[in-house]
């Protein structure tokens, strides 16, 4: 099985085509994907390189040749720059006719597969990653289906409860995107369903910036008990407008802060959060892998097979972090966590 990655980064849409079709006419040699792969966002961000690793996985020992694009959302948020990179990838997608197209994340959605994949009779599609209502994206349709995604929104803040028990209240933070929209809508969803957390949530806070990241999280050091950090990975420097780097938000963030903190995705383990019940980015590539496979080998619309939702949440703990704020985390916790930082 051999994997292209063909990356376009932030370019005018005309330059996005000409750099596309040169792209395929290098790739005129090598036999035509029957998967191409789209992602929502950048090949260094380590939720795409889960998803990517999961769909490997489940296509191992499937003849096949998969190619992987990248819309690179985060980092280019021009929506004429994402529309051009979109109708790049159709006319390679067209180009090539794979059997099946997988669009991870919720601007894989909004830009291509919903606008120019639903409802033809070719290719088929299978999404993941996706924190919208599919509905909103005309799915499932005859030719589209996949895996919505879930944080483990509930189980995060009792886990939290039982390292740090005098911790009463949290505030969720979160970089002012589409998916952190539809993860506070979920999150309201949830408490109306389930009735109230194990800690009270004392505000969930959209920031664009990364000087508003640092008043807000300077702002709950005396005033929560912990913190929520959802995502962090959009937020824009006010004085050249671009995306700061994760690395420096999460740095800056730890060595100001000296409250709990929680993460609901794998990227947390890397970052330095305390604990989390984390949504895996491999599920999501592994569930979505699984249904290209069905539609591969049993010849079948990717609309006759139910959509899904992640369901298995990696606990997760840093003993580390915990040494530093002073907290000791009960042993049963850690014997049963899926992924222990000592």
């Known amino acids: 099985?051999?994997?292209?990655?063909?990356?376009?980064?932030?370019?005018?849409?005309?330059?996005?085509?000409a750099a596309m079709a040169s792209a395929q006419n290098t790739a005129e040699s090598k036999p035509a994907p029957n998967v191409i792969v789209v992602h929502s966002y950048g090949p260094d961000y380590i939720w795409t390189q889960a998803i990517s690793q999961g769909i490997q996985e489940a296509l191992r020992g499937v003849k096949t040749t998969v190619e992987t694009l990248y819309l690179d959302a985060k980092r280019d948020h021009d929506p004429e720059s994402l529309r051009g990179k979109a109708?790049?990838?159709l006319a390679r997608i067209e180009a090539t006719a794979p059997q099946?197209?997988?669009?991870?994340?919720?601007?894989?959605?909004?830009?291509?597969?919903?606008?120019?994949?639903?409802?033809?009779?070719?290719?088929?599609?299978?999404?993941?990653?996706?924190?919208?209502?599919p509905s909103l994206y005309g799915f499932p349709a005859p030719n589209v289906s996949g895996v919505r995604e879930r944080w483990h929104l509930r189980e995060g803040?009792?886990?939290?409860?039982?390292?740090?028990?005098?911790?009463?209240?949290?505030?969720?933070l979160l970089d002012d995107t589409e998916s952190a929209g539809y993860i506070a809508d979920d999150l309201q969803a949830e408490l109306k369903q389930g009735g109230p957390f194990a800690l009270k949530l004392v505000s969930v806070e959209k920031i664009r910036t990364f000087q508003q990241w640092q008043r807000r999280v300077k702002h709950h050091q005396t005033r929560t008990k912990a913190l929520a950090l959802g995502?962090?990975?959009?937020?824009?420097?006010?004085?050249?407008?671009?995306?700061?780097?994760?690395?420096t938000v999460i740095a800056w963030t730890n060595s100001?802060?000296?409250?709990?903190?929680?993460?609901?995705?794998?990227?947390?383990?890397?970052?330095?959060?305390?604990?989390?019940?984390?949504?895996?980015?491999?599920?999501?590539?592994?569930?979505?892998?699984s249904m290209a496979r069905?539609?591969?080998e049993k010849k079948i619309a990717a609309g006759s097979l139910p959509v899904r939702t992640n369901q298995k949440g990696i606990v997760f703990v840093n003993l580390k972090t915990a040494e530093r704020l002073g907290l000791s985390i009960p042993y049963e916790i850690i014997n049963a966590a899926g992924v222990v930082i000592k």
Do not use: W
């Open 100 to 133: 099946v197209v997988i669009a991870a994340d919720d601007a894989a959605q909004a830009q291509l597969a919903a606008p120019y994949l639903k409802g033809r009779a070719s290719p088929q599609v299978i999404f993941c990653g996706v924190n919208a209502p």
């Open 231 to 247: 995502m962090y990975h959009a937020l824009r420097d006010e004085a050249t407008g671009r995306v700061v780097p994760t690395a």
């Open 157 to 172: 803040f009792a886990l939290l409860k039982k390292i740090s028990p005098s911790s009463d209240t949290v505030a969720l």
């Open 87 to 89: 109708q790049a990838f």
């Open 294 to 296: 069905q539609v591969l």
């Open 256 to 289: 100001v802060n000296r409250l709990p903190t929680l993460g609901f995705a794998d990227y947390a383990v890397g970052d330095g959060l305390l604990c989390g019940v984390l949504e895996s980015g491999r599920e999501q590539g592994l569930l979505a892998g």
């Open 1 to 17: 099985m051999r994997f292209a990655r063909l990356s376009v980064f932030t370019l005018l849409p005309i330059l996005c085509v």
